[in-house]
């Protein structure tokens, strides 16, 4: 495996990542929240909640929670969405 290919494999996220990234994302425009806002309001670094939302990162369960209660989202719903979005129910 080329070291490109294996970076490429490494950053492809799970189906649960990208389902959780477009829900938090959905909600974020809905909102008309900016990346900066969202992290502004989060405390966290805008590259970090950019990487987040565009699953390019998997979020950790605490900074999950924080942005989902900066989104005004039951963190169990979305999961529970996600999940279903991504076939696991």
Same mark, same amino acid.
């Given at each position: 495996?080329?070291?490109?290919?294996?970076?490429?494999?490494? %950053?492809?996220?799970?189906?649960?990542?990208?389902? =959780?990234? @477009?829900? !938090?994302?959905?909600? $974020?425009?809905?909102?008309?929240?900016?990346?900066?806002?969202?992290? %502004?309001?989060?405390?966290?670094?805008?590259?970090? =909640?950019? @990487?987040? !939302?565009?699953?390019? $990162?998997?979020?950790?369960?605490?900074?999950?929670?924080?942005?989902?209660?900066?989104?005004?989202?039951?963190?169990?719903? =979305?999961?529970?969405?996600?999940?279903?979005?991504?076939?696991?129910?």
């Amino acid at each position: 495996m080329t070291a490109l290919v294996a970076v490429a494999s490494h %950053l492809e996220a799970d189906p649960l990542t990208r389902e =959780v990234a @477009r829900l !938090l994302t959905n909600a $974020r425009k809905e909102r008309g929240m900016t990346f900066r806002e969202l992290a %502004l309001k989060t405390g966290l670094g805008q590259a970090t =909640v950019v @990487r987040y !939302l565009y699953g390019e $990162r998997t979020t950790p369960l605490d900074a999950f929670v924080i942005i989902c209660d900066a989104l005004q989202l039951d963190p169990a719903v =979305v999961i529970a969405e996600a999940q279903r979005g991504a076939g696991w129910q």
